[in-house]
């Protein structure tokens, strides 16, 4: 059975980097594409990015373009999602997911990783 | 950025009733729409995908349609269980995004 096993919660100041990992567990990540979706305070989905198989790449929505870097270690079967220049506003639960029926609907999610950016 | 606008916000409703939700996108965006459950300390679940297609081991009940700007999901038969919010979801060129979501509530 896959699951996806998401690193412990962050506490972070303003300014500063996070990276979120996710080890894929019970089967190899390269079967997958996956992706990172954040959940604000407010309930909010951002999706941020992700693995597009149409593409072979991963690929960013732009409101995070230039502070996010997801990456994959085949060896591990782990992905990781690091965000820069960090803000108040992205206190949040980040999830990763497995993209599915054609990779952009996600079918299985990790269990997400509380990050809180405060002074 | 295509805007997903899901109503109404909270629906009121008791067991045995028929939950109607609604998602409008700002732009075409076909059939490819999804929509999720999520439950109090829970990630979201896969509930229906391309408009209209139900995830693995999803109930009868739940039934999605739509296509273009207007999408439904429809929840015959609530059962306790489907007392949650619900959100839709979009998968545009290359992008995707979120409805603000539907807290559906027991009356």
């Known amino acids: 059975q896959v699951q996806l096993v998401q690193s412990g919660a962050e506490v972070k100041k303003p300014g500063a980097s996070v990276k979120v990992s996710c080890q894929v567990s019970?089967?190899?990540?390269?079967?997958?594409?996956i992706h990172w979706v954040r959940q604000t305070p407010g309930k909010r989905l951002e999706w941020m990015g992700g693995f597009v198989p149409e593409d072979g790449e991963i690929i960013y929505a732009q409101k995070f373009k230039g502070r996010v870097t997801m990456t994959e270690d085949t060896s591990t079967d782990t992905a990781y999602m690091q965000l820069s220049s960090l803000r108040s506003e992205d206190t949040a639960v980040y999830y990763c997911?497995?993209?599915?029926?054609?990779?952009?609907?996600?079918?299985?999610w990790g269990r997400g990783t509380l990050v809180t950016v405060s002074s | 950025e295509i805007v997903l606008t899901q109503s109404p916000a909270t629906l009121s409703l008791s067991p045995g009733e028929r939950a109607t939700l609604s998602c409008r996108a700002s732009?075409?965006?076909?059939?490819?729409v999804a929509w999720y459950q999520q439950k109090p300390g829970q990630a979201p679940s896969l509930l229906i995908y391309d408009a209209s297609n139900r995830a693995t081991g999803i109930p009868a009940r739940f039934s999605g349609s739509g296509s273009g700007t207007d999408f439904t999901l429809t929840i015959s038969n609530l059962e306790p269980e489907d007392f949650a919010v619900y959100y839709c979801q979009q998968r545009g060129s290359w992008s995707s995004t979120f409805g603000q979501g539907t807290k559906l509530e027991i009356k």
């Open positions: 997911a497995i993209g599915s029926y054609g990779g952009w609907y996600f079918d299985l």
């Open positions: 732009q075409s965006i076909s059939s490819y």
């Open positions: 019970g089967y190899s990540l390269t079967a997958f594409s």
